[in-house]
């Protein structure tokens, strides 16, 4: 497996193959200190799991050894299967799945971890590889989350659709399957209603605190909404509900204004140390 990208997202998905469907991975990125970064951050992991009890000393090694590392796509040229998760941009998807579709070998899935940016439009930039293209949408942190949500374009084959879900069962996860429309189904419900969430704060309905303390007791949410906005990345939030509003064009999509300041402000989050809460 080629993972592209050792952000957050990225090395979850090298380590979830890596050490629970035992297969070799390449992590690629063109940073070398994010790939230092995202190494450690793993090695960090996995000692937690052995103080848990869930991994052995020997087993954490063997994981270790699955992965290899690279700043060069020429180290894709064997690879089977191909997850890209690198940030929500729809330039940079384009121009990394044109170069994919050169790099890798003829008959090798190349799969998008993307939250909401088309699938066929990515699978365009694929060309000659449409019908390879497939979206594969982890949820955050990865080796905790169970779901993945799969998502076909207009050209995925049956074959390829059927490929990516045995890989996704063997990673542990569980699979729902979802049309190529903007924000699927996870971030086309979790998005409007987070932003409502932000609205209700912003024209004085209730307090932060009040808001998250109600969706938490009222209604069994893990977190309040503002909290999970906060653990997201309000950049992100705020790029999911630009292409909701822009692509579906109804107003109901409309970011909040709030959250367009905060994040014009910087204050992205638990990533940054400041958004609604400080971290």
């Known amino acids: 497996v080629g993972v592209l990208g050792a952000g957050q ?6 380590l979830v193959a890596a050490n629970v469907s035992k297969l070799p991975v390449v992590l690629l990125d063109s940073s070398e200190n994010q790939l230092n970064k995202g190494v450690k951050f ?34 894709f040229s064997d690879v089977d299967f191909v997850i890209e998760a690198v940030s929500e941009n729809p330039a940079l998807k384009a121009k990394l799945f044109s170069d994919l579709a050169q790099a890798t070998p003829k008959d090798a899935i190349l799969s998008t971890n993307t939250s ?7 699978a365009a930039a694929a060309k000659g ?15 905790v989350m169970k779901l993945v949500e799969i998502i076909p374009g207009l050209a995925t084959s049956p074959q390829v659709l059927k490929t990516t879900k045995d890989l996704a069962v063997a ?63 309000l950049d992100t939030c705020l790029a999911i509900m ?30 940054s140390g400041r958004g609604f809460y400080t971290y």
């Open 9 to 14: 997202m990225g090395l979850g998905i090298a």
């Open 42 to 75: 793993m090695d960090s992991l996995l000692k937690k799991d052995i103080s848990k009890g869930r991994l052995t000393e020997e087993q954490a090694d063997e994981t270790r050894a699955r992965v290899k590392t690279t700043q060069s796509m020429a180290d």
């Open 116 to 122: 909401s940016i088309s699938i066929t439009k990515i």
């Open 129 to 143: 590889r449409e019908e390879q293209v497939i979206g594969m949408h982890f949820m955050n942190p990865v080796p």
């Open 171 to 233: 990673m542990g996860k569980t699979c729902t399957v979802s049309q190529d429309v903007p924000g699927f189904v996870a971030n086309r419900l979790l998005m409007p209603y987070i932003n409502e969430a932000v609205i209700a704060y912003e024209t004085g309905i209730a307090s932060k605190e009040d808001i998250d303390t109600t969706m938490k007791l009222g209604t069994n949410m893990p977190m309040g909404p503002l909290t999970l906005a906060d653990f997201i990345g």
């Open 242 to 271: 630009k292409v909701l509003h822009e692509q579906l064009g109804d107003t109901k999509y409309r970011p909040s204004v709030l959250l367009t300041k905060m994040v014009d402000a910087g204050w992205l989050g638990k990533k």
